[in-house]
């Protein structure tokens, strides 16, 4: 019933940039918290940047100045946008919508290559 559909990822080269979308239905989206998180092969799941109901966000330090997240909300979508991409930015990137007191979902996933 719930589901986050994830797109957007694919190979660039460094320095290049990419917007990954996650758009929502069968929930109310405009309540949740978004996070977008990564995890590169052998290698922690590592959040990335997160926007609250609120629009408050926060960003991890090694993407700061170079990611932004954001949603449209009459979309029931999230976005990040990242720049200046590195071949270290290289993983399977998940949104993720929670709400104290719900359940939290989880997209499928989308891969991001960053290779010259």
């Known amino acids: 019933q719930v589901h986050l559909v994830e797109s957007g990822g694919g190979l660039v080269q460094p320095g290049g940039s990419l917007r990954l979308s996650c758009t929502a239905s069968?929930?109310?989206?405009?309540?949740?918290?978004v996070d977008w998180y990564r995890q590169a092969p052998g290698k922690q799941r590592e959040l990335v940047a997160t926007?609250?109901?609120?629009?408050?966000?926060n960003y991890a330090d090694s993407v700061k100045g170079r990611f932004s997240i954001s949603r449209d909300n009459a979309e029931n979508t999230a976005y990040l946008r990242m720049n200046s991409l590195k071949p270290e930015d290289t993983a399977v990137y998940y949104c993720?919508?929670?709400?104290?007191?719900?359940?939290?979902?989880w997209g499928q996933g989308t891969q991001v290559t960053v290779s010259s």
């Open positions: 993720h919508l929670r709400l104290t007191g719900a359940h939290d979902y």
């Open positions: 069968g929930i109310t989206f405009w309540v949740f918290t």
């Open positions: 926007m609250t109901s609120d629009s408050v966000t």
